[in-house]
Structures are given as C-alpha cells and as structure tokens.
C-alpha cells in the first residue's frame, strides 16, 4: 500500500516539480506541502488528471511560533475510484493570510472556507460569498487563532498552591 502512495506523491511531484515544498506520510494517507502561487493549477491537475473528485476536509491550523508560516491551510482530497486519500498543506503568514479559493473546483469548499475564514481569518481569494457563518458579525476577532492565554492568569483560585501542588 506504501508503494502505492509513494509513486502517487512522485507522479505529482514530476508533473508539478515547482508547486511541492515537501511531502510526508501521516499513518496511512501522503501529504504534500504546496506553496501557494501554484496551489490552484495543482489542484485543478489532482482532480482531473489524478482522480481526486471529492474534497472531504478543508481547514486551517494556527502555529505562532512558526514564523512566517503561522497559518497552515489542509486539505483532504479522496479519490473514490482507487479509494486513495492525499493531504495537502499551505503554509502562509499570517500578514499575507489569503489563498486561493476551491470553489471553483469543489463546491464544498464552499462552506468550508467560510468556516476557515470565520475562525481564522484566513481570506479565500474569488470566494463568492465570504462571510462570517458561525460567529456574530460584529465580533472583530477570529476565535481560533492562538492569541490570547488559554487561563485568566488574574484569577486567584487557579493557584496551584491550593491544589497542594
């Protein structure tokens, strides 16, 4: 099965040699990592030419630490006919926080981005409707990025003096 994943991350890397940073293997699906000026054509050549006809997961992940890379777009592509899944991961800053938008390709990246762009900020470039679709419209944060400390480090009872520790 390996050797299946294997010759598909190299096919795509001979066809697309300036689009693929890296590539990985997380457990038993490939991961690819794009750079986002040639995201678009590769995805378009995945879904044609690869087979991969259903995007079953878009999202983003928020590293702060992660310098010039703290937002990472991922995306899970299946092709039903060869029941093949392959990961593709984005990484931008959050400065220049737009990638191009799938729905032109999938329609369910549709709802998805705008979930993304709810709870990350991350701008989907010829999204037709982006907007927010969980969260009130008025709040002026994204309440997925990691900026705030997960405890009120004012609160007195969160001591772990009190806890015998």
Known sequence: MEQKYSTLVDSIKAKHPDAIDASEQLYDIPCIHVNKEHMKALVMDLKESFGFNFLTDLTVVHYPDNKGQELCGSYLFHNWI?????????????????????????????????????????LYDEHPDLRRILNMDEMDYHPLLKQYALEDESRRDKDDTFFGR
Do not use: Q, Y
Not at 97 to 103: A, G
């Open 82 to 122: 060869e029941n093949v899944r392959l990961r593709m991961k984005v990484f931008i800053a959050t400065e220049d926080n737009h990638l191009p938008s799938l729905v032109g390709a999938f329609k369910a990246a549709n709802w998805l981005e705008r979930e993304a762009f709810d709870n990350f900020g991350v």
